[in-house]
Structures are given as C-alpha cells and as structure tokens.
C-alpha cells in the first residue's frame, strides 16, 4: 500500500465513522427527515451570474422554511459578500489551522442565511495534510444537522478547485447565458466534468436571456452537442432567469433582488427555480447528497 492509498483508506474509515455518528442522530430523531443537499453553482465563463443566483436562490429557500449554508468557494472578486452586503473576519483558513471552529467562522446573511466565507484556503485543497482534511471533515459533521441545504459557489473555469466542488456536489447547476463564448466554456467544463471524473448528471440554467424561448434553445443547442460528442451525459433544463435592470440595481444596492425588489421579474425567476430544484432534489437518493458526502468525496478525491 502506497502513501496515497494509505491517506485515502484513513480517510475512508474516518468518513465511515462520521456517517455512522449522523445516522445515530438521525435514528435518535435529533434530524429526522432531514438531509443536508449540495447543490454547487458553476459555471464555464465567468461573470454570468452564479454569485447573484447563490444569494437569491439562497433566501428564496429560507423563505420556502429551509435552513440554507452559502459556501463560497470563489476567490474571484465579485463574491457572496457584496450581494449580502456582509464583512466576514475570518475564513476557512483559520478552522484549517486549527484556530477557530467552523461555526466561529460562519457570518449571517439576510433573512437568516448562513455564509462559510471564502478563502484562499480553498484553492489549496488538494495540498492540505490528511490531518487537515480529517480534521474538516468531523467539524462538517457537526454543522450537517443544522442545515437542508448547501449551496456552493464554485467560481468559473476548470481549475481543480472547480471541478471538485462540482464533482463532490449532488447536483450540479451549470449557468450559462446567450453569449457564444459561455455556451462554449460550459461545454468545456461539461466535458472536463464528464471525461475525467465520470460525472454525468448536470443542470442547465440559462441566465441574462430576452424571454424563456431564448433560453430553450440555447440549452438544445448545448445539448445536442453533448449528446453527440459526450454520450451518456444527462443535462436537465433547470429554467432561466430573464436579464433584469432590477438585478443590476439590487446588487449596487449590496442586496439580492429577491429583497430588494421581490416583484421584479428576476425575482419572480428565482423562486420558481428555487421551487423546481427543491423538487429536484427531494426526487434524488438522500443517501447521495448531504454535507458529509460532500467532504468526503472532496477529500478522498484530492488525497
Ligand atoms: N439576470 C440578470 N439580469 C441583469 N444583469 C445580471 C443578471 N445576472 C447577472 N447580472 C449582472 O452580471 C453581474 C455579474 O454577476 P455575478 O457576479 O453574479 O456573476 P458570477 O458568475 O458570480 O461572476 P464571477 O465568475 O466573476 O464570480 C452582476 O453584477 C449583474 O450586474
Ligand atoms: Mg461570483
């Protein structure tokens, strides 16, 4: 057994003990029905929208009586904290040196939302010890009971980072908007994604388009690419979110514009994908999706 092979069995036996510690709770009733989804937002081009769609889809499941922890894994300079107007202390990267616990670092958002702020931290993943990487994982396992929902903000590309977080997610939302150059970058992540790590199940949301019939055939473009040069690989429509004025004024206002204008169309577009991706998700294998699956398909993936 090589070094690696070692790292990834104790990360296995380490995982192994988490689940059963959540099961127990779970059977003990402390969050029956419960499980905690990953849902991670993503995209091929940057600046399509994912941040803004994080914090809105993000109150818009509070709103509908879910507990929602934003992870914003983007480095990029447009981040969570802007649309939520909120100035994080610290980061992932003081929980990783072991200074602080994970629920020390997480800020409030609006509507009672939860943030685990972004860091650099993150784009060092794959180079942390396995102490560090088991370490994050049991101070996961605490917070899994106090969420249904996380949603993850990638940031774009095909970086490792990326492609992790997606890998590790249970559902994945690819946004992309009209522009050749995003349908061209989402299907070079699709491909990345799916060659590599075998990961065929993808959403499609189209953002920043005239009308709903704009949406729709940009997606059956897009897939129809995929279906002749990616065989096997599954996209879903996941429904667009219509460009928007008031978007662009709720952001200068640091708010989501499900706040700042709850009657404004986007708004509108964000609930009814907040509605669909419920939907969604409580269709799929609860055994597939929390938290905890999450970390550990992250940490196995980059031991
Ligand atoms: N539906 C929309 N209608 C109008 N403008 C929009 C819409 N969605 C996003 N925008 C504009 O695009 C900008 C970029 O959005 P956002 O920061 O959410 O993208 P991003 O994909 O997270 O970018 P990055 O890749 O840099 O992290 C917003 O500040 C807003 O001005
Ligand atoms: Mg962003």
């Known amino acids: 057994m090589d070094q690696a092979e070692r790292l990834r069995e104790m990360v296995r036996k380490e995982s192994h003990k988490i689940a059963e510690t959540v099961t127990n ?5 402390q969050k029956s029905g419960r499980a905690p989804w990953v ?27 879910k507990n929602v922890l934003v992870f914003d894994a983007d480095l990029g300079l447009a981040n969570i904290d802007i649309i939520f107007g909120i100035h994080p202390k610290d980061n992932i990267d003081a929980v990783i040196r072991g200074e602080k616990r994970l629920s020390e670092i997480i800020v409030q958002g609006p509507e009672g939302v939860s943030v685990i702020p972004a ?17 994050l994982l049991s101070e996961f396992d605490d917070l899994t009971h106090r969420f249904d929902i996380m949603l993850v903000d990638t940031g774009a590309g095909i970086s490792s980072n990326v492609v992790y977080f997606n890998m590790a997610a249970q559902k994945r939302v690819v946004v992309v908007t009209p522009e050749p150059t995003s349908i061209t970058d989402a299907y070079a992540l699709l491909k990345v994604m799916f060659n590599q790590y075998k990961t065929k199940e993808f959403s499609i949301l189209m953002n920043m388009v005239k009308n709903e019939n704009e949406g ?5 473009k897009l897939s129809q690419v ?23 004024q709720a952001v200068v206002k640091r708010q989501p514009v499900v706040c700042a204008y709850p009657r404004a169309v986007a708004s509108q577009n964000m609930g009814t994908l907040a509605d669909r991706l419920l939907r969604s998700v409580a269709e799929s294998d609860p055994a597939d999706g929390n938290i905890k699956f999450f970390w550990r398909r992250l940490v196995e993936e980059t031991v």
Do not use: P
Not at 25 to 29: C, R
Not at 216 to 220: D, I, L, T
Not at 240 to 246: F, K, N, S, T, V
């Open 25 to 29: 709770k779970e059977i003990s009733g």
């Open 39 to 65: 849902i991670s937002i993503t995209s091929g081009k940057g600046g399509v929208g994912k941040t803004n769609i994080v914090g809105n889809l993000a109150v818009s499941f509070q709103r509908k009586g």
């Open 119 to 135: 860091s650099s931290g993150i784009e060092e993943m794959a180079n942390l010890t396995e102490g560090q990487k088991l370490h």
């Open 216 to 220: 729709k055939s940009v997606f059956k």
């Open 226 to 248: 995929a279906d002749k040069f990616l065989k096997g690989v599954c996209l879903d429509y996941a429904g667009c979110i219509l460009w928007d004025e008031y978007l662009k």
